[in-house]
């Protein structure tokens, strides 16, 4: 079963707009990561925060988490036209299984 | 960095037959390996959980007989889909745990399959 809502469904700005995007889940975690997808094509993982971290970093992409309100965030940073994609939270249980259960996903569209 | 390729990239079949696609690991091995399904415009669905040399966990709503896992190697996984019917296109998608991180999946870049 799903594990992760995000929001917005869909997001549209322009070139050099920040996007962010929203991860909720139910079930207590190990980390959460983000992925990103183009279309048609396999998974890019983009960052991976831990249940024990409050905050992330990497390049453009600003990543919160909040584990008491079961929520992420994804922050890109002066979005280009190739940040087009879509974005997927997926959280990792603490269930050592390293199953990863991945939310319905935020399709961003940057116009040039 | 880790690779996971996947043959074929894309196959198209006849109802009633079975098609099995391979997820291999380049660069590293794996013990847990994963199979996805995601249908156009929706997100990954796990669809199983194999570790080298044990049979694969099935998630609830997956039928087992229908989607044969075959975790060869700790770098080879295969699913079979036998006797494909039209719902079950889609894209598969399988992703390996390296063995030694244990939090870090690697993705194959999926197969699409197109039921006739």
């Known amino acids: 079963s799903q594990q992760g809502e995000e929001d917005p469904q869909a997001l549209s700005i322009q070139e050099g707009e920040n996007a962010t995007m929203n991860c909720s889940y139910k079930?207590?975690?190990?980390?959460l990561q983000w992925y990103r997808q183009n279309s048609g094509r396999g998974l890019v993982h983009l960052i991976l925060?831990?249940?024990?971290?409050r905050e992330k970093h990497s390049g453009r992409l600003r990543v919160t988490l909040d584990t008491s309100k079961k929520s992420s965030s994804l922050l890109i940073t002066a979005s280009r036209a190739a940040d087009t994609a879509s974005y997927f939270c997926a959280t990792d249980l603490a269930s050592n299984t390293g199953k990863l259960i991945f939310g319905q996903g935020t399709t961003l569209q940057v116009k040039p | 960095g880790a690779v996971v390729s996947q043959h074929p990239s894309r196959v198209i079949c006849k109802s009633g037959t079975s098609v099995k696609i391979e997820c291999r690991s380049l660069?590293?091995?794996?013990?847990?390996m994963f199979w996805y399904r995601q249908f156009p415009k929706q997100s990954l669905m796990l669809m199983a959980t194999s570790n080298e040399g044990s049979k694969a966990t099935y998630e609830q709503g997956v039928e087992k007989d229908k989607f044969l896992i075959n975790h060869a190697s700790l770098t080879l996984s295969t699913l079979t889909v036998t006797s494909a019917h039209p719902e079950d296109s889609s894209f598969y998608i399988c992703?390996?745990?390296?063995?030694?991180?244990?939090?870090?999946?690697?993705f194959g870049p999926g197969t699409r399959l197109l039921v006739l």
């Open positions: 925060i831990r249940s024990n971290e």
């Open positions: 660069d590293f091995q794996a013990t847990t």
């Open positions: 992703s390996m745990l390296e063995i030694l991180s244990k939090e870090t999946q690697y």
């Open positions: 079930t207590s975690i190990n980390n």
